[in-house]
């Protein structure tokens, strides 16, 4: 069993690419990540089987997926089903933003 409310501060955290940040938690069957970007930090491309499905709450990016470029600020979604290649690069301002993956992410632990 799990705590109902948790602190950020009491998530697992990831540092996976430099001035990249990752606050992780999990329920039963979704993985839920917080994602902090330093100024034109990167994730490089990547891509999961696990559905994604985030929300911009501050700073932009340039989010490529599947070869396509978009610019996303905040109050933005973004949807990526599972297997597609997938790329963010930070803008020029400090990048807070929220993921939920399905299943949950076993790598993210």
Do not use: N
């Not at 996976?16 to 034109?40: D, N, Q």
């Not at 297997?83 to 807070?96: F, L, Q, S, T």
């Amino acid at each position: 069993m799990f705590d109902y409310v948790i602190d950020l501060e009491k998530c697992v955290h990831r540092d996976p690419f430099p001035g990249v940040r990752m606050h992780i938690t999990e329920a039963e069957k979704t993985t839920l990540s917080v994602v902090e970007m330093e100024p034109h930090a990167v994730i490089p491309e990547h891509s999961h089987p696990h559905e994604q499905i985030g929300y911009m709450v501050e700073g932009e990016f340039e989010f490529i997926i599947g070869g396509k470029s978009h610019w996303v600020t905040p109050g933005q979604i973004w949807r990526i089903p599972g297997g597609v290649p997938h790329k963010v690069i930070a803008g020029d301002h400090h990048v807070r933003a929220i993921d939920v993956f399905y299943p949950v992410r076993d790598d993210m632990r």
